[in-house]
């Protein structure tokens, strides 16, 4: 009832919709870029920085924000000296993701040709594909020789619509289970390391390690009421292939001892919060928690530190790269786009910035690897390769905010598991 009681209080002043996970890349946006914050390059809103290459070349607007690393620079740096034909200017979005869609949305719905290629997150594509206002890609990936399968799996699928690829990966961001290496046995963090292991193990091991070292709780993740719910919930029931045995693994690990009473207002910030102040034993979260841990008022470090897969797979957010229907430089939009996400282009941008690559030959770059100590732990790596997007549709915001009222209303106990499990399915069949 507690937990029921303080869902309610705070379900009924939030506004439903797609929040902190947002477009379940919200958060990992904005996190990203706290992580990896620099000092004062970033551009602002709507700066334009124009090309400095010879030459009269075509000219390819980019729409995208600004995470001041200098990595979208070195790589429209990269791409003008590859060729002579064509150049690029780069016009900044906002980095609050909600007015970079609406603005988007106002250009595109106007017929707008301004921006050739558009930053877009993983969960517009559907949407903007639904309403004309993206480029299929699919004909000039057959001519460039690309493959879906070049690709990180849940980016691609993120970017597909009616079976067709509309926007192509910048980098994936996933779900993943941090947990205290100096508290779990070596035993228990192999198995968690190797993904080889299911929700009740898990909670078991949850239960069995809350307390040690001062811990509260054995696990926290995001159950409140908001995009995050989905996309946890896409995890635990394997992508929504096991609606049924997915929720009644989640009802039970919300209503055992492992998870704190108000468990169900947890969203990213409380369960980072939790593990970051050595609160709890495991946390489910974005990998932007790992540079939390690095700060010098953080109680867990790094060293203290170990990461998991998630079982149903991790679900995806990050970024793809887009071309507008209505672009009058489509040639050179597609030389850039392909640039920008082929093995040289992953390599600059996420050796510069720090991101995990969306091509999959760039993992094995070494100046990547370095740029990102993740890539080298077993756990996040065996994440990176089950990675699962969330529902496939033209109305996702709809969708969402009906998934979310009714998987809270099953986890608050005001609904039973048969009657949820119709519900879900019935709104996933209607896309």
């Known amino acids: 009832m507690k937990r029921k009681v303080a869902a ?10 797609l929040a ?27 700066d334009t920085k124009e090309s400095s290459a010879s030459g009269g070349r075509e000219e390819i607007t980019l729409f995208r924000s600004d995470d001041g690393n200098g990595a979208v620079e070195a790589v429209i740096e990269g791409f003008e000296a590859s060729q002579d034909q064509y150049k690029v200017k780069w016009v900044t979005a906002s980095n609050d993701t909600d007015q970079t869609r609406s ?16 930053s877009i997150d993983t969960v517009w594509a559907g949407d903007m594909a639904a309403a004309g206002y993206i480029e299929p890609l699919d004909s000039y990936m057959m001519k460039a020789k690309r493959s879906p399968a070049d690709y990180n799996k849940g980016s691609i699928q993120a970017g597909t619509y009616n ?31 190797s993904g080889d292991y299911t929700w009740d193990e898990f909670l078991s091991m949850a239960e069995k390690y809350k307390g040690q070292s001062g811990t509260k709780a054995g696990f926290t993740f995001q159950a409140n009421q908001y995009e995050g719910l989905v996309c946890n919930a896409n995890e635990y029931t394997a992508n929504f292939t ?43 979260n974005w990998p932007y928690v790992w540079g939390l841990l690095a700060a010098d008022d953080a109680a867990v470090k790094q060293e203290q530190t170990d990461v998991a897969p998630i079982p149903g797979g991790s679900c995806i957010g990050g970024w793809l790269l887009a071309m507008n229907a209505k672009s ?48 080298g732990k077993e756990g996040f790596i065996k994440a990176l390769e089950n990675t699962i997007a969330r529902p496939s549709s033209d ?37």
Request: aromatic letters at 8%; one cysteine or more; a negative charge.
């Open 103 to 118: 603005q988007l949305n106002t250009a595109f719905s106007a017929g707008s040709s301004e921006y050739d290629l558009v």
């Open 242 to 284: 096991d609606v049924k045995g997915g929720l009644e693994a989640m009802k039970k690990i919300v209503d055992s001892d492992a998870t704190p009473d108000d468990i169900l207002v947890y969203q990213e910030s409380e369960a980072a919060n939790s593990y970051v102040n050595g609160d709890t034993v495991f946390s489910r």
């Open 163 to 193: 079976a067709k690829t509309y926007a192509l990966p910048l980098y994936p961001d996933f779900g993943v289970i941090f947990f205290r290496s100096d508290i779990v046995s070596e035993e228990d963090a192999a198995k968690l390391r």
């Open 328 to 375: 009058e430089h489509k040639d050179g939009a597609w030389a850039f786009l392909d640039y920008f996400t082929s093995l040289e282009g992953q390599k600059i941008f996420c050796s510069k910035g720090g991101y995990v690559p969306g091509y999959n030959a760039a993992l094995d770059d070494a100046g990547v690897k370095e740029a990102n100590q993740l890539l």
């Open 395 to 431: 109305k996702y915001e709809e969708l969402s905010d009906a998934l979310q009222i009714s998987i809270h209303k099953f986890l608050s106990g005001e609904s039973d598991l048969d009657t949820t499990t119709s519900d879900v399915e019935g709104r996933l069949n209607q896309g």
């Open 8 to 17: 309610v209080m705070l379900s009924a002043v939030m506004a439903v919709g």
């Open 20 to 46: 902190a996970c947002g477009g379940g890349s919200d958060e990992t946006g904005k996190t990203t870029s706290e992580a990896e914050e620099q000092p004062s390059s970033k551009s602002e809103e709507g």
